[in-house]
């Protein structure tokens, strides 16, 4: 029987990434796929630090050519690029930006979106040039919290031109997808949607790109690391210990596609009364400086919760634009002060 490439193809794309729900196949893994005779020689290609990656894909995949007919011996060789010049398989750079952060957790609600909104508008404050891409497909929120309802304009040659709010070039998913509920989309369109999406934005010259990711570790937070280079990420937790689990689960999505997490910062930490001044620690105490070093990564920032906060965010502007001296800005100015240090 003959063997074709096809069916070759077709093997593989039942063998998925270790740790993801999306095979190698759609994951852009395999680069070349050689047959002679019975023979058949597949060359891929994956940026990982993790060794554990590499040689469970060889594995899977071998035994998966194994089960087909007709085959005799079988080759796979794995090309892993150095983690100097890995970021995320497949990703490119956008054009202009210099350096694309993710802001991502695990668990929604921890305040992510609040995170991302306040530290762009802390790093446009501090002189930076900076854009805030809202990548929540199914939760945006960049525009309330903005409270935008422009709808961007798109250039002749059909690139999506930024609102801008806040001196911060913005765009959300959620300016585009009126029309579209986002229940209805699956996954493969919703993949597609991101990757457009992300590639058609005119973001002109940036220093600083922000992007606030929905919350979890599938396929769509995958995507967006695969899409772009980032220069890193930023995982927001709040102490609670379920926070803490799917914040490492978070972590883990990065090391395995090589993208480095810049640091922790902890949201909700403790809540101080405007009456007496009493430190209530409401979600318990300690959990991201534990889980920052756990991960041997730098604990950024701690914010409290504080009801200004959330008051602003509701209101249309975030905390860091309209009070300054707020003690949440506070945090926030010099968690971009670090960043920008950090990236120089
Ligand atoms: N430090 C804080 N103090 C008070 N409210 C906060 C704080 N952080 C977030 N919130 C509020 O909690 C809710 C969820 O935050 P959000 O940033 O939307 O989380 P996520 O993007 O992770 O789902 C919002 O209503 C927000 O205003
Ligand atoms: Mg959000």
Not at 66 to 94: K, T
Not at 117 to 140: F, I, R
Not at 261 to 269: A, H, K, P, R
Not at 290 to 299: C, D, I, Q, S
Request: aromatic share 4%.
């Amino acid at each position: 029987m003959q063997i074709t490439e096809e069916a070759i193809r077709e093997r593989l794309a039942a063998v998925k990434y270790p740790g993801f729900n999306r095979d190698i196949v759609s994951f852009g893994l395999v680069k070349a796929i050689d047959i002679h005779g019975a023979d058949v020689a597949v060359r891929m290609a994956l940026a990982t630090s993790d060794p554990e990656v590499p040689k469970a894909i060889k594995e899977q995949s071998e035994a998966a050519l194994g089960g087909l007919p007709g085959v005799g011996s079988i080759r796979v060789v794995l090309d892993i690029q150095a983690p100097a010049q890995a970021a995320g398989v497949g990703a490119v750079s956008i054009p202009g930006v210099k350096h694309v952060i993710a802001i991502a957790s695990g668990k929604g609600g921890v305040g992510k979106s609040t995170v991302a909104a306040n530290l762009a508008v802390a790093l446009q404050m501090h002189g930076a040039a900076t854009g805030l891409c809202d990548c929540d497909l199914y939760g945006p929120s960049i525009s309330l919290m903005f409270g935008s309802r422009e709808r961007p304009s798109a250039t002749e040659e059909n690139r999506i031109i930024p609102v801008e709010e806040c001196g911060l070039k913005l765009m959300s998913m959620g300016f585009l997808l009126e029309d579209a509920s986002p229940a209805i989309l699956r996954g493969p369109m919703v993949t597609r949607y991101t990757q457009q999406f992300l590639r058609q934005v005119e973001w002109g010259e940036l220093d600083f790109l922000i992007l606030d990711l929905p919350p979890g570790t599938g396929d769509i937070q995958l995507t967006i690391v695969q899409t772009v280079a980032l220069a890193g990420a930023i995982i927001v937790t709040t102490p609670q210990e379920v926070a803490l689990i799917d914040a490492r689960k978070a972590a883990s999505m990065f090391a395995k596609v090589n993208v480095s997490v810049l640091g922790l910062i902890e949201n909700m930490s403790c809540f101080i009364s405007p009456g007496d001044g009493a430190r209530h620690e409401i979600f318990g105490s300690g959990g991201g400086r534990r889980e920052a070093a756990r991960l041997r990564v730098p604990l950024l920032g701690e914010l409290p919760i504080d009801i200004p906060t959330r008051e602003a965010g509701d209101r249309g502007r975030p905390i860091t634009a309209v009070s300054p001296e707020n003690p949440v800005s506070r945090e926030f100015l010099r968690i971009a002060h670090k960043l920008r240090e950090a990236l120089a």
